[in-house]
């Protein structure tokens, strides 16, 4: 079995700075990609940044130059690294994992989601 847990979440005033931290425990033997995902009430939930293998990375347009995603492959982590918030970013965001596991059969794992709210 394989576990996200997710940490970082928090209140914020727009132009602020969180950073949210995905780990990944339990009968891995690949990562395959990472990601986060959110979900803002009455919408559907959207995928935010991915990153692969090799560390290619993908962003919506609407996080671009504020957003990073990086990766620590020793610590099977995930990060988000969240500058300059704006209100349109609250959200529950999610962690997202495809993973090979110790039987080399690869499925997709969700975090349980932790909560962003840019407020002032």
């Known amino acids: 079995q394989v576990q996200l847990v997710e940490s970082g979440g928090g209140l914020v005033q727009p132009g602020g700075s969180l950073k949210l931290s995905c780990a990944a425990s339990g009968s891995i033997f690949k990562i395959n990609s990472m990601g986060w995902y959110r979900q803002a009430p009455g919408k559907q939930r959207e995928l935010v940044a991915t990153?692969?293998?090799?560390?290619?990375?993908n962003y919506v347009d609407s996080v671009k130059g504020r957003f990073t995603i990086s990766r620590d492959n020793v610590k099977n982590t995930v990060y988000l690294q969240m500058n300059n918030l704006k209100p349109e970013d609250t959200a529950v965001y999610y962690c997202n994992a495809d993973i090979t596991n110790s039987a080399y059969r690869s499925f997709n794992f969700w975090g349980q989601g932790t909560q962003v709210t840019v407020s002032s």
């Open positions: 990153i692969i293998n090799g560390g290619s990375t």
